[in-house]
């Protein structure tokens, strides 16, 4: 069954006097951006050890004893 205007008018004042008494919706506002539970400082540690171990092995691969 369709809403008339009268019923979408008074759902609307409805749903606005309760997101006065309980607040918005998590959905509706802002959403925040999810942090990651790794640092980029250490992120770019670990980047550096694996590539500069990339590169000594491939040194000892060239020049190996």
Known sequence: MTQTP????????????????????????K???EKSPVSKTWVYVFAFLIA?????EILNLIFGR
């Open 31 to 33: 959403k925040k951006a």
């Open 52 to 56: 500069g171990g990339l590169i000594l």
């Open 6 to 29: 009268t019923q979408r008018l008074a759902n609307q004042k409805y749903a606005k006097r309760e997101e006065k008494k309980h607040g918005k919706p998590e959905s509706l506002s």
